[in-house]
């Protein structure tokens, strides 16, 4: 199942997706009034939406709504930097391979859904794309061993952990700022529900292109902090909730690491493919 935030002809809703149109869940399941809601219901409340979508004709074309972020407002929004074996080599620092992830947070407002424009702010040029697997939790756990981690993901969606690259570096230890401008990345299409992916037996592939031309192609085979870790990781410091996400990385070739640097202008179209999940398009525009 691909669940949907959206909005239609002024109107907010949630659904899922499928091959014929979306099928707007919110009014008929008016007891979960978004993704979220839906989350925290739990497993039955999943089941009940999964039947209804099956079931039901949909409401609306695809290309007739607006995709918001699957979860308007995560409690929690993770970031994993450097998780990809190959972006630590692509530091030359001579440095070993780390043995703890990484971590640093964004917020809601930094992300905007698909289709919707990414912001290229009045302080920098330096927006930078970083295609990435975002881990969707919906169960909610503290201190979750790995073998039990996969049971506590409620589905996947794509990010792009978009970053203005000056300000990562205008501190000593921390990239916050950076990170976190108004609309400069994305995250969505949808979340596609983890019933469809086991228990990761398969690698996923991420990729990234910019106006068509493949910059960034990698698979969780490379990851140096697998999905359980990182959930079993997290979990020790802090309480997993439904609907917190976790962006886990992004493997090499952003725009920062061409020679000259090769950062995004507006009109510029940015892809971000996950197997299994989909394709998240946005278009670069200058804050007016």
């Given amino acids: 199942m691909r669940l949907v935030s959206f909005e239609h002809n002024g109107h907010a809703g949630w659904g899922a997706a499928t091959d014929r149109g979306v099928v707007d869940l919110g009014r008929r399941l008016p007891a979960h009034a978004s993704v979220l809601a839906l989350l925290r219901g739990g497993p039955e409340a999943m089941r009940e939406a999964r039947q209804l979508a099956d079931a039901s004709a949909p409401d609306h074309a695809l290309d007739a709504v607006q995709l918001l972020p699957p979860i308007g407002r995560p409690g929690k929004i993770f970031c994993i930097g450097v998780n990809y074996a190959h972006r630590n080599a692509e530091y030359k620092d001579g440095s070993d391979l780390p043995r703890y992830p990484s971590i640093f947070m964004r917020v809601p407002e930094s992300l905007v859904g698909h289709g919707q424009a990414l ?8 927006l930078d794309y970083e295609g990435e697997i975002v881990i969707v939790i919906g169960r909610q756990g503290r201190r979750i061993a790995p073998e039990h981690a996969w049971s506590h993901i409620a589905g996947f969606t794509c990010m792009n952990e978009g970053t203005i690259r000056d300000w990562v570096h205008h501190a000593k230890f921390n990239v916050t700022q950076g ?8 995250i969505g299409p949808w979340i596609a529900t983890a019933d469809g992916f086991g228990q990761g037996e398969q690698p996923m592939r991420v990729q990234t292109r910019v106006n068509g031309e493949l910059r960034q192609d990698d ?7 697998d999905f359980p870790f990182l959930i079993a990781y997290l979990s020790t410091f802090t309480t997993l909730e439904p609907g917190d996400v976790i962006a886990t990385g992004t493997p090499i070739g952003a725009g920062i690491r061409f020679e000259p640097p090769r950062f995004l202008q507006p009109g510029d179209l940015v892809e971000v493919e996950v197997s299994g999940v989909g394709i998240l398009r946005n278009r670069v525009e200058a804050e007016s």
Avoid: C, V, W, Y
């Fill in 219 to 225: 698979t969780t085979d490379h990851l140096m902090f």
């Fill in 119 to 126: 912001i290229q702010p009045h302080e920098s040029r330096q």
């Fill in 179 to 186: 990170k976190n401008f108004h609309a400069s990345g994305a």
